[in-house]
C-alpha cells in the first residue's frame, strides 16, 4: 500500500470502463433486451450453467465491492494504519480462494477459476418467443427516470460493451487495442516500490516482529523515501553499512551474517527499493549482534542469568538515519567496556598473523613435580615449545621453567608443579586463542550496555572482585566463588545496602542436600554449629522433630557471631538466586589457587576494606573510614543503606588482558567457555536459541 496516493499495481485507468447505469443494470442480470418496436419484445438470454457471465467485468482493485474506481475507498495508509485487518472476501470467484482478504494488499486471482472463466464457451443467444397475451414487460427506466445516468462524477459510455454483444459474438467486431497509457503503465517511483515492500513482503526482509513494525513505521514517517540508496547507488549511510558489515569480523562476529547483495550499478525502482529494506533490515540485525549477542545465553543453564541490552529497533534506524557520521553510530553498538576494546585490539593482532598450530590434550594424571618422569612430559615439552634434552620422560629445569612461566601468565602460583589446576590451564589455553577471544567477547554484549560511571565486577573463573570508577579499578581483591555443583550465577543487579553482624538464614537447598542429612544421623549436629532449628518464629528442640519426614514446615537460622557462615557482614544486591557477596570465617582458602568452594554466594577477602570503598562511592564525604564502620561490629544485626546505588556484575571471563597489557587465560570452571563456543559455531555448527542448529540469528 502506497499510503500517498500511488498505486502500487502498476495499472492505468483506460477509457470506455465505466458503464452506463442501464447497461449495468441488465448485464448484471444476465439479460440483454432488445425493443422490437412499440410494445413488442423480443427476450434474448444468455445462460452458462446457471450463472451469469457476460457484462462488464468486475473490478479486482483495493476500490471494494467491484465498483471499477481505481482510487481506494478507504486508505489504510492515509488512516495511520501500517496494515489492515482481515475480512470476508466479496470476490470468492475471482480470488484465491484460501487467500484471506486483505483491503492493503492484493488479492491473488485463483489460477483455477481464472482459466474456467477464460475457457467457458459463450452460449449462442436463444430467442424467445413473443408474447401472446399477459402484461407488459416494464422497461428499463431512462436518464430522468430513476436510472444513474452520465454526469462528470459517473463518465459512461454510448456504444455497447464489448462484454456483452447484442448479436452472435462470432459477428461482433475486433476490439479496438487499448491506449498506450493502458498498454504500459508507467514505473513507478522508488517510494512505490517500498510501500508495497511494506504493506506485505517485510517477513521476508525482518522475520523479528519488532523489526517489521519498526521498518514499517520508519519508512512512513519518511513518507517512504529511501535513505540507503539513491538514484546514482548507496548514500553514504548505505556504504557505510555496507562498510561496516564487511568489516564485522573486527567486532567477533561473521561477516558472512550480514552480507546483503550488491546494487546494480542500473538498477530499476524495484532494486533500489530491495536494496534499500534489506540493508535497513540488516542494520538491526547488527546492531542487535554486536550489541547484545547472537543467541539466548539463558539456553547455557539456569546460572547463565544476564540481562543484555538489546537494542530498540526504532531507535537504532533513528540515530543511523539522523547522524552526521553513521560510522560512528556504527561503533556506539558495540561494548564500551575497556576489556572489550583490548580484547578487540588483541583479535586484530592475531588475525593479521598466521595461524596457530593446535596440540595435543595433556591427559589426567598425578601431580608432576620436578624432576620426576612422566609419559606426558613430551606432550608437555611440545605445548611449551620446550625442545627435547636427553630423557623426554624427564621434567627437567628447562620444562620447569617454562612451566613456572605459562603459571605466572595464567595467574597461578608459580611452583612449577602440574597439578590439576596447572593441568586444566594448559588444555583450556589452547594453541589458537581466536575462538577464545571471540567466545569472551560475545559474554562481553551480555553485560548491561551502559557503563556505569561506578561498578562492582567479579569475574568468576579469575576468583577476584574489582571497584571500578571511569572504567579504571580502584579497588580488587581476591574471593572465594560456587563450586561447579552449585555455581555463582552470571547476572548484574544493583548495590543496595550492607549488613553488619548478620544472620545466616539457611537456603533450601542447603537444608535438603547437606543439612537434612546431617540431622537424620544425628538431630544435634547442627546444634553444635550454632544453627537453630526455628518453626512459627520459635527455636526449637532438633531432639523432638522426625526428621525422615523432610524439612519442610522447618527453618535454619545461625545467629551473629565468630561462627557464622557470613562472618561479619554481607553486600546485598536483591537478585532471584539469593546470592550476595560476603565475609567468611574460613579465611584460609583464600591462599588456594582454584578458589571454588561456596554454595553460589561470593566470599571476600579483607571485606572491611572492600567495605570502605563502597561506601566512599555509595555514601561520599561521610567519613566511612575502616574504623568508623568496625564500630558496627558486634552485637545485634545492622544495616547500612547506600544512598547512591551501583550495579554489580557477576561475569565469567576465561580469557582478558591484564595490567601489563598481556592477554591472559582462566581455566573454564564451569563449560560457560565451551558452551558459548559451541553456541557460535567456534569449531561446528551454531546451536542458537531461536531455531536449534543452524546459522540461526537471534
Not at 529494506?277 to 539463558?298: E, I, N, W
Not at 593446535?358 to 608432576?368: D, E, K, N, R
Request: aromatic residues 6%; charged residues 20%.
Amino acid at each position: 500500500m502506497s499510503g500517498r496516493g500511488v498505486s502500487i499495481w502498476g495499472e492505468e485507468r483506460g477509457a470506455g470502463r465505466r458503464r452506463t447505469g442501464a447497461a449495468r443494470l441488465l448485464t448484471a442480470a444476465g439479460l440483454a433486451l432488445t425493443v422490437a418496436g412499440g410494445t413488442g419484445f423480443t427476450v434474448e438470454a444468455q445462460e452458462t450453467n446457471g450463472s451469469a457471465t457476460t457484462g462488464s467485468a468486475i473490478a479486482i482493485d483495493r476500490a471494494g465491492s467491484g465498483t471499477g474506481d481505481r482510487a481506494p475507498a478507504f486508505d489504510p495508509g492515509a488512516a495511520g494504519m501500517a496494515r489492515s485487518g482481515y475480512a470476508a472476501s466479496p470476490l470468492p470467484l475471482i480470488a484465491d480462494d484460501s487467500q484471506p482478504f486483505d483491503m492493503a494488499a492484493p488479492r491473488r486471482p485463483s489460477p483455477a477459476t481464472s482459466a474456467a472463466l477464460a475457457m467457458r464457451p459463450v452460449a449462442e443467444p436463444v430467442a424467445a418467443e413473443p408474447f401472446a397475451s399477459g402484461p407488459a414487460l416494464i422497461a428499463a427506466p431512462s436518464v430522468g427516470e430513476g436510472a444513474p445516468g452520465t454526469g462528470a462524477a459517473t463518465p459512461g459510455t454510448t456504444t455497447d460493451s464489448p462484454a456483452t454483444p447484442a448479436t452472435n459474438p462470432a459477428a461482433a467486431p475486433a476490439l479496438a487495442p487499448p491506449p498506450p497509457a493502458a498498454q504500459a503503465a508507467a514505473p513507478a517511483p522508488v517510494s512505490a516500490r517500498l510501500a508495497e515492500i511494506v504493506s506485505g513482503q517485510l517477513p521476508r526482509l525482518a522475520p523479528r516482529q519488532a523489526d517489521q513494525q519498526a521498518l514499517a513505521a520508519f519508512y512512513a514517517d519518511r513518507q517512504y523515501q529511501p535513505v540507503f540508496t539513491a538514484e546514482a547507488g548507496l548514500t553514504p549511510l548505505g556504504q557505510s553499512a555496507v562498510d561496516v558489515f564487511a568489516a564485522a569480523g573486527e567486532e567477533g562476529l561473521d561477516p558472512a551474517d550480514y552480507s546483503v547483495p550488491p546494487l546494480p550499478a542500473d538498477a530499476d525502482a524495484a532494486q533500489r527499493a530491495d536494496a534499500e529494506m534489506r540493508l535497513a533490515a540488516m542494520t538491526l540485525v547488527y546492531a542487535r549482534h554486536v550489541q547484545s549477542g547472537r543467541f539466548d545465553p539463558k539456553i547455557i543453564s539456569k546460572d547463565v542469568d544476564p540481562t543484555p541490552t538489546v537494542p530498540d529497533a526504532a531507535t537504532v534506524l533513528a540515530q543511523v538515519a539522523g547522524a552526521p557520521d553513521p560510522r560512528a553510530v556504527f561503533a556506539s553498538f558495540a561494548p564500551q567496556y575497556g576489556q572489550y576494546k583490548a580484547l578487540k585490539e588483541k583479535l586484530a593482532t592475531l588475525m593479521a598473523q598466521a595461524p596457530a598450530v593446535s596440540h595435543a590434550l595433556i591427559p589426567p594424571g598425578p601431580s608432576l613435580r620436578p624432576g620426576e618422569s612422566d609419559p606426558r612430559v613430551p606432550l608437555l615439552r611440545a605445548r611449551l615449545g620446550v625442545a627435547a634434552d636427553g630423557g623426554d620422560d624427564r621434567y627437567d629445569s628447562l620444562v620447569v621453567d617454562a612451566v613456572e612461566d605459562f603459571q605466572r601468565q595464567a595467574g597461578l602460583a608459580p611452583d612449577g608443579i602440574v597439578g590439576r589446576g596447572t593441568l586444566a590451564a594448559l588444555n583450556d589455553t589452547g594453541a589458537d586463542p581466536v575462538p577464545d577471544i571471540v567466545a569472551n567477547m560475545e559474554r562481553w554484549r551480555w553485560v548491561p550496555h551502559e557503563v556505569a560511571p561506578a561498578y562492582v565486577m567479579v569475574n568468576i573463573p579469575e576468583f577476584m572482585v574489582r571497584v571500578v570508577v571511569d572504567e579504571q579499578p580502584i579497588h580488587q581483591t581476591r574471593v572465594v566463588v560456587g563450586k561447579p555443583e552449585t555455581q555463582t550465577p552470571i547476572l548484574s543487579e544493583n548495590m543496595q545496602y550492607a549488613v553488619f553482624n548478620p544472620s545466616w538464614h539457611v537456603p533450601p537447598s542447603i537444608m535438603r542436600n547437606e543439612m537434612l542429612p546431617k540431622l537424620q544421623a544425628d538431630p544435634y549436629a547442627l546444634q553444635r554449629q550454632g544453627i537453630d532449628v526455628v518453626r512459627n518464629g520459635r527455636v526449637i528442640d532438633p531432639g523432638m522433630v522426625d526428621w525422615r519426614r523432610g524439612t519442610q514446615g522447618y527453618a535454619f537460622r545461625q545467629e551473629p557471631g565468630e561462627r557464622n557462615a557470613l562472618g561479619r557482614m554481607k553486600f546485598m544486591f536483591p537478585n532471584k538466586h539469593a546470592v550476595y557477596l560476603h565475609d567468611t570465617p574460613s579465611r584460609a582458602l583464600f591462599a588456594r589457587d582454584r578458589r571454588a568452594f561456596s554454595h553460589g554466594c561470593v566470599r571476600v577477602l579483607e571485606p572491611l576494606e572492600f567495605a570502605e570503598v563502597l561506601f566512599s562511592l555509595g555514601r561520599p564525604k561521610e567519613g566511612w573510614t575502616q574504623q568508623k564502620l568496625s564500630r558496627l561490629l558486634g552485637g545485634d544485626e545492622k544495616s547500612l543503606p547506600l544512598k547512591n546505588k551501583f550495579p554489580v556484575h557477576l561475569v565469567y571471563f576465561t580469557t582478558f588482558v591484564d595490567g601489563n597489557g598481556q592477554m591472559v587465560s582462566r581455566e573454564d570452571l564451569y563449560g560457560i567457555n565451551a558452551a558459548t563456543k559451541a553456541n557460535l559455531g567456534l569449531g561446528g555448527t551454531r546451536q542458537f536459541a531461536d531455531r536449534g542448529p543452524q546459522a540461526v540469528q537471534r
